[in-house]
């Protein structure tokens, strides 16, 4: 019991590595598409929307797969699988947040920006000073939900073969003849999803009290 909870262990650093590092791609990744969708560009705006149309419109899954394979069948290259479920998932969390920052920032009442340019803030500083702020708070919840989502999305990169916690339970569950790795590997998730939950009310409390 205790060698395959140490095994499942294992798989759940791979779903950890998997879930931090598309958080630091996909995060900052966001803001530039949620800008371009706002941009009074009207062709980068259509781009924009058009790429998240096709990113929010077809499965994680799928696009697991085409980032995974595809570069092979049109080019002849390969590379690793755990870097071309990083990339899918990046690119497909980027296109939420985007629409998650896009939302926060139009939220913001105009008044605000008119006020900032009477005291004489240039646009970087009424952004940054008066209008994140803002945009932080008002994105929290559904940030916190995304996050979540993230945590148990993990589980499909195991599509292109990544040994994450899910397919290590599955692994272990056929050599065991036993669906209790599978159970186990419910409460990794569950504790791991407490965490984030946990860290996102504890945001959402501090942003509150300093409002």
Known sequence: ????????????????????????????LGLPIAAARMSKFKPLAW?????????????????????????FHLFGVSYDRFVAAIIAMSVNY?????????GGIQ?????????????????????????LPQVIKNI?????????TLVKDTSLVQVIGVAELLRTAQTQSSRLFSTTPIF??????????WAVSAFFNFLEKKLNYYK
Do not use: H
């Open 1 to 28: 019991m205790l060698k395959m909870i140490g095994i499942m262990a294992q798989g759940s650093l791979v779903s950890l590595e998997v879930f931090f590092l598309t958080l630091l791609f996909a995060l900052p």
């Open 47 to 71: 781009l924009s929307n058009i790429f998240l149309l096709i990113i929010r419109g077809t499965p994680l899954m799928l696009q697991l797969i085409f980032v995974y394979f595809a570069p």
């Open 94 to 102: 980027a296109a939420y947040f985007a629409e998650i920052y896009r």
């Open 107 to 131: 939220a913001v009442p105009k008044g605000q920006y008119e006020a900032a340019k009477v005291l004489g803030y240039t646009k970087a500083q009424t952004f940054f000073r008066i209008v």
């Open 140 to 148: 929290t919840p559904a940030m916190g939900n995304e996050v979540i």
């Open 184 to 193: 186990v590997a419910g409460i990794f998730y569950f504790v791991m999803n």
